[in-house]
């Protein structure tokens, strides 16, 4: 089990670029996190996703979109990356409520 | 919205000096986990919480829940070097909202 695994590990984007980021889970999972770090800000949720074809909106939604078309995998875009973008973002999935939290390794990104 | 609030942000000890962090909500939790990220890593899981008043030990680390399940702590006895990382609290205010953060206690121990 590879548990999930999250693409790419590093990227650097100039501001106005668009990427996305990959989360696979192969534990079949129904509920699935994007979290961003920042020093001192912890993890704050971006989105999230409780079963295949849902989504929601997290804490700090603005400048991202997500979709969940299969049950393991949960996509995070960005259309025109900004500098206040630049974090780490890990991925994460749990079973049910109440579960813990599997995180993935984490993405790095600097947007320039 | 609802928040997990969490002190100290940062701690600094002597191996072998115990150490506390403690995490607060205005209002009641269904349940609150605690993880730990290594330095470069990813958090980890490690234990939850769900009754009031709830004790659980792992080695040296013992974690507790309020009786009114809106605060609890983890402490760790002769803290080592081993336990370096940022510690984070996370709440679930109902049964099908997401866990919320605290924003971690980062320990430091000098050896």
């Known amino acids: 089990n590879a548990g999930v695994t999250q693409t790419p590990k590093f990227r650097v984007l100039k501001t106005g670029q668009s990427m996305t980021l990959l989360c696979a889970q192969d534990?079949?999972?129904?509920?699935m996190y994007w979290y961003r770090q920042d020093p001192g800000m912890g993890l704050r949720l971006i989105h999230y996703?409780?079963?295949?074809?849902?989504?929601a909106k997290g804490e700090v939604p603005d400048g991202y979109n997500v979709s969940r078309l299969k049950k393991q995998n949960f996509l995070l875009g960005l259309e025109s990356a900004a500098p206040s973008q630049t974090s780490v973002y890990f991925c994460?999935?749990?079973?049910?409520?109440?579960?813990?939290?599997?995180f993935g390794n984490g993405t790095r990104l600097t947007v320039t | 919205g609802q928040q997990v609030m969490q002190i100290p942000q940062y701690q600094h000890v002597q191996e072998g000096e115990d150490f506390t962090t403690y995490c607060n909500s205005s209002?009641?939790?269904?349940?609150i986990q605690w993880y730990k990220q290594r330095p470069g890593g990813h958090p980890v899981f490690l234990i939850q919480?769900?009754?009031?008043?709830e004790v659980k030990k792992q080695k040296r680390l013992t974690f507790q829940f309020g009786e009114a399940k809106k605060n609890s702590s983890l402490h760790i006895t002769a803290t080592q070097t081993t336990d370096v990382g940022t510690y984070f609290c996370?709440?679930?205010?109902?049964?099908?909202?997401?866990?919320?953060f605290g924003k971690g206690t980062r320990l430091s121990v000098i050896a």
């Open positions: 994460a999935s749990y079973s049910q409520i109440g579960s813990p939290l599997h």
């Open positions: 534990m079949n999972h129904e509920y």
């Open positions: 996703s409780v079963g295949e074809g849902t989504t």
């Open positions: 209002t009641t939790l269904s349940n």
């Open positions: 919480l769900v009754k009031s008043g």
């Open positions: 996370a709440g679930q205010f109902s049964g099908n909202t997401p866990l919320v």
